[in-house]
């Protein structure tokens, strides 16, 4: 079963814009993470933001967190074309298992 | 460092079958994880093994099964294989708890 769903399932946007995508959960975590997948290859690790953290920056990435809604929010700016990919959020909970979202496909227009 | 490598890389069988791949996690790392994706979903959860031991278990069936090495290699068995077991199986690695580093996984296609 999945614990994360995002939205939007699938996002277009011209280069040079910003994407953000979000993530809702359902039962509490210790961390909530983000990674990145191009077309049938493995994931890449994009950010880690732990429960009691609301907000993280790692280079153009913008991560928040709101645990009282149980939603979090990846803000990717000044896309480029090298950002098409999916992007799945990833939470962990009392049992250390990391569990996936479906993921939100990403398409930057030239 | 090597990353995370899997082994094969694709593979074809047939229903009935069974399968047997192939993970070797970044050195120093003792804990792996192995995930199904099937086109178009997000990864699912199938095993993590922490220092050679079970240490939790996703929504599949007993045809799957698998196991880690004194070496913190890990091994993943499908047995009577199905169809719907057509998928790109991801193995990763942590130190402990954490960030995965996944490998870029292994393609079953079952006929």
């Known amino acids: 079963s999945q614990q994360g769903e995002e939205d939007p399932q699938a996002l277009s946007i011209q280069e040079g814009e910003n994407a953000t995508m979000n993530c809702s959960y359902k039962t509490s975590i210790n961390n909530l993470q983000w990674y990145r997948q191009n077309s049938g290859r493995g994931l890449v690790h994009l950010i880690l933001i732990r429960s009691n953290e609301r907000e993280k920056h790692s280079g153009r990435l913008r991560v928040t967190l709101d645990t009282s809604k149980k939603s979090s929010s990846l803000l990717i700016t000044a896309s480029r074309a090298a950002d098409t990919a999916s992007y799945f959020c990833a939470t962990d909970a009392w049992d250390d298992k990391i569990i996936f979202g479906k993921g939100t496909r990403l398409h930057i227009l030239p | 460092d090597a990353g995370v490598t899997q082994s094969p890389t694709h593979l074809i069988k047939t229903r009935g079958q069974q399968v047997t791949l192939r993970c070797s996690p970044i050195s120093g790392h003792k804990s792996v994880s192995w995930y199904q994706q099937v086109l178009g979903q997000g990864p699912q959860f199938i095993f993590q093994y922490y220092e050679k031991e079970e240490r939790g278990r996703g929504n599949f069936p007993d045809r799957f099964s698998a196991r880690q090495f004194p070496n913190y290699s890990s091994e993943l068995n499908v047995n009577a294989l199905l169809l719907g077991d057509s998928a790109l199986y991801l193995c990763?690695?942590?130190?402990?708890?954490?960030?995965?580093?996944f490998g870029e996984g292994s393609r079953l296609t079952v006929l």
């Open positions: 990763a690695s942590t130190p402990n708890v954490g960030e995965l580093f």
